[in-house]
T-cell receptor
Framework: GAGVSQSPSNKVTEKGKDVELRCDPISGHTALYWYRQRLGQGLEFLIYFQGNSAPDKSGLPSDRFSAERTGESVSTLTIQRTQQEDSAVYLC????????????FGPGTRLTVT | GEDVEQSLFLSVREGDSSVINCTYTDSSSTYLYWYKQEPGAGLQLLTYIFSNMDMKQDQRLTVLLNKKDKHLSLRIADTQTGDSAIYFCAEMTGGYNKLIFGAGTRLAVHP
């Protein structure tokens, strides 16, 4: 079956503009995660969705970052008034209910803020 | 707090074994993971181990967990050029809501 997909694969934006990143999880996966990977670093957790429960937003770095998910489908990560330090690869992962300890990652969106 | 550390670089000869090491700080970690990232690609889940185990073997991969020392290692037998990549150690703590990653170890395989 299809894996996690993300779009766009690359995004270049000007400082101060808003961007929206999209994630399509694996079908049937109830949990969805967003991470950020800065150049040469490991992944930083941003936000977690599980079914209809309130999301865990504890990793969002500022109020310029927000994310939504409708049910158990697509999620969008929005970054408002982008800054140069937002440049990174944004990775989405999903996991299945009974095997939530296995997170499968998408290819990421490389965001460059100029 | 939660922290995962790993060495940044490892170079091995093709055919030799590679051992990548990782230390973590959270004693309540439930699962520990190894992910592989090839250039321009996303993360591939290689293997993971539950915290009540001390070893897991999967073909050429052997994971060793020393819970007392909070030390995790990944051994790759008969390392091939296709194993060249960045390997990330990660831990899952408490619930299932997030993974804490190390900075990654770049494995270079030379002939």
């Amino acid at each position: 079956g299809a894996g996690v997909s993300q779009s766009p694969s690359n995004k270049v934006t000007e400082k101060g503009k808003d961007v929206e990143l999209r994630c399509d999880p694996i079908s049937g996966h109830t949990a969805l995660y967003w991470y950020r990977q800065r150049l040469g670093q490991g992944l930083e957790f941003l936000i977690y969705f599980q079914g209809n429960s309130a999301p865990d937003k504890s990793g969002l770095p500022s109020d310029r970052f927000s994310a939504e998910r409708t049910g158990e489908s697509v999620s969008t990560l929005t970054i408002q008034r982008t800054q140069q330090e937002d440049s990174a690869v944004y990775l989405c992962a999903s996991s299945q209910g009974v095997r939530r300890y296995e997170q499968y990652f998408g290819p990421g969106t490389r965001l460059t803020v100029t | 707090g939660e922290d995962v550390e790993q060495s940044l670089f490892l170079s091995v000869r093709e055919g030799d074994s590679s051992v990548i090491n990782c230390t973590y700080t959270d004693s309540s970690s439930t699962y520990l993971y190894w992910y592989k990232q090839e250039p321009g690609a996303g993360l591939q889940l290689l293997t993971y181990i539950f915290s009540n185990m001390d070893m897991k073997q999967d073909q050429r991969l052997t994971v060793l967990l020393n819970k007392k020392d909070k030390h995790l290692s990944l051994r790759i037998a008969d390392t091939q050029t296709g194993d060249s990549a960045i390997y990330f150690c990660a831990e899952m703590t408490g619930g299932y809501n997030k993974l804490i990653f190390g900075a990654g170890t770049r494995l270079a395989v030379h002939p």
